[in-house]
């Protein structure tokens, strides 16, 4: 059990959610798991948070109070393009729809995920995305 609990050891994730029982629980998840996470209301927390932590991997809600997921990211891309990165990005969103999913595509995010969040498949894209082994 003591190497499953650290198959995200030295992972970064940056989660941004303006609900913060979702920035709880994702934090609980991935910190069990061994994953260094910090967390953000707001696009404008996240990009503030940016400026000194380097996240492998952005998990952004769509729908944030100052400005959308959509925006953050075209920032985020802008800021990590500076550094010759390019961080994959996770959607988080309660919009379901086949356009909402393609919006999200085209607009740079890697993964689209529907809320209430399948926490297992979360952890299995995370995995896939960091390059890690498949997540038993």
């Not at 979702?22 to 061994?34: H, I, K, Q, S, V």
């Not at 959509?70 to 891309?77: N, P, T």
Request: proline letters at 4%; hydrophobic letters at 45%; charged letters at 25%.
């Amino acid at each position: 059990m003591s190497n499953e609990s650290m198959f995200f050891k030295g992972l970064r994730l940056l989660v941004v959610d303006d609900d913060p029982d979702t920035r709880t629980l994702l934090t609980f998840l991935f910190e069990l798991d061994g994953a260094e996470i910090v967390t953000a209301a707001s696009a404008s927390e996240a990009l503030e948070v940016m400026s000194f932590f380097k996240p492998d991997i952005l998990i952004s809600d769509i729908c944030l109070p100052d400005e959308d997921g959509y925006s953050l990211l075209r920032k985020v891309r802008n800021l990590e393009a500076g550094r010759g990165r390019k961080i994959p990005a996770i959607a988080l969103t309660a919009s379901v729809s086949d356009e909402d999913r393609i919006h999200a595509l085209v607009a740079g995010f890697q993964i689209y995920l529907s809320k209430p969040i399948d926490l297992e498949k979360l952890t299995c894209v995370v995995a896939d995305l960091a390059g890690l082994k498949q997540y038993a």
